[in-house]
């Protein structure tokens, strides 16, 4: 029997995005929970500013080393690990090369843009068959890539919940929040959610939220460089903005100060980002 496109995406467990009527409003209560977090906005502004500034530097030294789109899908990736996951990873040039590997495998990011990268591949092909060994090196990657970030997963599901038990306060983050879920599942069948759904939010997450947010960081940069009058426009708004942080610390930037004065900045976004949208589903728009 075929698939339906929704359960396309259920390669590591049920998600918000595959449940059913009746189910999706349980999900959304629990995913829901930590992006209402206005705390955890504050890390993400301390987090953006950190990896754009790593990444301003790779440009200047190293260059663009594959694209745009390239080194800002890197970008979101590790403000979305940091965040999420607790995951912090220095940003670095991306170069269509294979992702590094370090001692016991592929790391959590190294593992996650591989299954990104081959999303529709482990969507139709189950993550077992993927390993057989007669199978293209190339492929038998893609498969231990999905089963690494599988236990990236399970990694920490566990460490956040022996940190709950032994009375840690929570971060808040969306982790803790999918873990203390897990908890009130176990007590009550109809709450939470199961640790197979904990598994396939993680992925679709990760599969909905980095790209999206990366396509949209590339093609403002492009549009700004193509609209040198909007470029203007903003910056005005960043130098009145900034004029009196002269000499600070990227660091120091206040989110709760700075953030609220960016009007221009966020309209920008926000067109952009409808622009996107408008040309990834008709290619023949033309902005």
Request: glycine letters at 6%; charged letters at 20%.
């Amino acid at each position: 029997m075929w698939l339906s496109r929704t359960e396309l995406l259920d390669v590591f467990g049920p998600s918000i995005s595959t449940a059913s009527p009746e189910d999706w409003a349980r999900h959304r209560k629990v995913l829901a929970t930590p992006f209402m977090n206005e705390s955890i906005m504050r890390n993400v502004w301390d987090e953006s500013i950190r990896q754009t500034q790593q990444m301003l530097e790779s440009w200047d030294t190293l260059g663009i080393l594959s694209s745009v789109a390239a080194d800002t899908r890197t970008l979101s990736l590790n403000v979305l690990a940091a965040i999420g996951f607790r995951q912090v990873f220095d940003f670095r040039g991306s170069k269509k090369a294979k992702a590094s590997e370090g001692v016991g495998g592929l790391s959590y990011r190294d593992s996650l843009m591989i299954v990104l990268d081959n999303v529709i591949l482990i969507m139709l092909i189950p993550r077992k068959y993927l390993t057989y060994s007669w199978l293209p090196a190339w492929m038998r990657r893609i498969g231990l890539a999905g089963n690494e970030f599988q236990r990236h997963m399970e990694g920490m599901v566990e460490e956040e919940t022996q940190s709950l038990a032994q009375g840690e306060n929570s971060s808040g983050n969306l982790i803790s929040s999918l873990v203390r879920a897990l908890n009130t599942r176990q007590k009550d069948r109809t709450k939470g959610m199961s640790i197979e759904e904990i598994y396939g939010n993680l992925f679709v997450i990760n599969f909905a939220g980095h790209d999206t947010t990366a396509n949209t960081l590339a093609f403002a940069l492009l549009l700004l460089v193509a609209y040198p009058e909007v470029q203007d426009w903003v910056g005005e708004e960043l130098y009145q903005v900034l004029k009196s942080t002269a000499g600070d610390e990227l660091e120091s930037w206040d989110y709760g100060v700075l953030f609220p004065k960016l009007v221009r900045c966020r309209s920008i976004m926000v067109s952009f980002s409808t622009l996107y949208l408008k040309y990834d589903t008709d290619r023949s728009y033309t902005a």
